[in-house]
């Protein structure tokens, strides 16, 4: 899933409030961005969403637990997966089919891209 974003355009930011050579190492094999030991995942999403150029509105943030919510309230597409902490499944607009670690990723791919190519509202197909 994170190589359909990747090959698309898509930046992609793994963000984690543990440090992990495991996360590391697996971000470099992905080529994607990392932050980790994050204590704010909302401050770390804003300043790395300021360094791309990207809106927070134009974001889709996956969580689970409740230390996502400030991420979650702040982007345009917040998400959770199933089994997510009851306060952070309120925050998301979209709780995903598959659990993180089965899919849950290629299942966000999928979407995002079938988003882009969908017609926009007022517009012709």
């Known amino acids: 899933g994170v190589s359909m974003l990747r ?8 963000l984690s409030t543990e440090r992990n050579p495991v996360v590391s190492a ?10 980790q030991n994050s204590r704010d995942k909302r401050a770390a999403l804003e300043e790395w969403a300021a360094g791309a150029g ?10 689970n637990d409740v230390n996502d919510i400030g991420a ?3 982007v345009g597409w ?8 009851p306060l952070a499944a309120a925050a998301a607009r979209t709780v995903l089919t598959r659990p993180g670690g089965h899919g849950a990723v290629r299942e966000l791919a ?16």
Do not use: F, N, Q
């Open 72 to 74: 979650l309230e702040a």
């Open 26 to 35: 697996r971000a470099r094999k992905l080529g994607v961005a990392v932050i």
């Open 110 to 125: 999928e979407r995002v891209l079938a988003a882009r190519t969908a017609p926009r509202e007022g517009t012709r197909s």
């Open 7 to 14: 090959d698309a355009g898509i930046p992609v930011l793994i």
């Open 78 to 85: 917040p998400i959770v997966v199933p089994g997510s902490h």
């Open 54 to 63: 990207t809106p927070l509105e134009r974001i889709a943030y996956v969580g």
